[in-house]
């Protein structure tokens, strides 16, 4: 009887195995993925957090096969490549929304996708800010571009203008000469002189 001696590389992932609250996820040791055809195997510095991630894990979406892995936001350094990839090598500083809207995995310490679910990292950006901007800079894109129409020349207004999408949106602004007002309120001031 010949004994396996190929051991399956092991990672860090913060799991749930249920549908709730932040109670159920769990630090637990996965094995790692591999990248196969035309993906990267990318080592995670840091994992964005989005509403698509609390709503996921308190309903459960992803748990047809438990335990999931949330998280699609990432940022770090590609570890390794699979067949076919160009676009990258071990070493390049990269930043992405992998497999969305499908599981990623992005609260682990390794994540794989295909190599054009992910663009370098600028190197003014930390790994932090980076793995923050895919969804919001994708949410932007698509409410001023697909959604709007906005072109050259025309304003946008956007309505309490605090958050990722107006930071987003200021981004492209510049890129298309759109002018871009945001409002936004004041903490002293929700909410008064509302009655329901």
């Known amino acids: 009887m010949s004994e396996d001696t190929t051991a399956t590389a092991r990672m860090r992932a913060i799991i749930q195995e249920s549908a709730g609250g932040p109670e159920v996820l769990t630090l637990a040791e996965v094995d790692r993925p591999e990248p196969t055809l035309t993906e990267v195997l990318?080592?995670?510095?840091?994992?964005?957090?989005?509403?698509?991630?609390?709503?996921?894990?308190?309903?459960?979406?992803?748990?047809?096969?438990?335990?999931?892995?949330?998280?699609?936001?990432?940022?770090?350094?590609?570890?390794?490549?699979?067949?076919?990839?160009?676009?990258?090598?071990?070493?390049?500083?990269?930043?992405?929304?992998?497999?969305?809207?499908?599981?990623?995995?992005?609260?682990?310490?390794?994540?794989?996708?295909?190599?054009?679910?992910?663009?370098?990292?600028?190197?003014?950006?930390?790994?932090?800010?980076?793995?923050?901007?895919?969804l919001a800079a994708l949410t932007a894109w698509q409410v001023l571009h697909d959604t709007a129409n906005v072109r050259p020349g025309q304003r946008v207004l956007i309505h309490a203008a605090a958050g990722s999408m107006r930071w987003m949106t200021y981004a492209t602004d510049t890129e298309d000469r759109v002018g871009v007002i945001g409002e936004k309120l004041r903490a002293d001031r929700c909410g008064k002189g509302m009655s329901r």
């Open 42 to 134: 990318v080592r995670v510095y840091a994992a964005g957090v989005n509403p698509t991630d609390w709503k996921s894990r308190t309903h459960g979406r992803l748990l047809d096969d438990p335990p999931a892995i949330l998280g699609w936001d990432v940022s770090g350094m590609v570890e390794a490549v699979g067949p076919g990839v160009t676009r990258f090598r071990p070493g390049d500083e990269v930043f992405g929304m992998p497999r969305f809207p499908h599981k990623a995995g992005g609260y682990a310490e390794y994540v794989t996708a295909p190599s054009r679910h992910f663009t370098r990292k600028p190197a003014g950006l930390d790994h932090v800010h980076a793995a923050a901007l895919p």
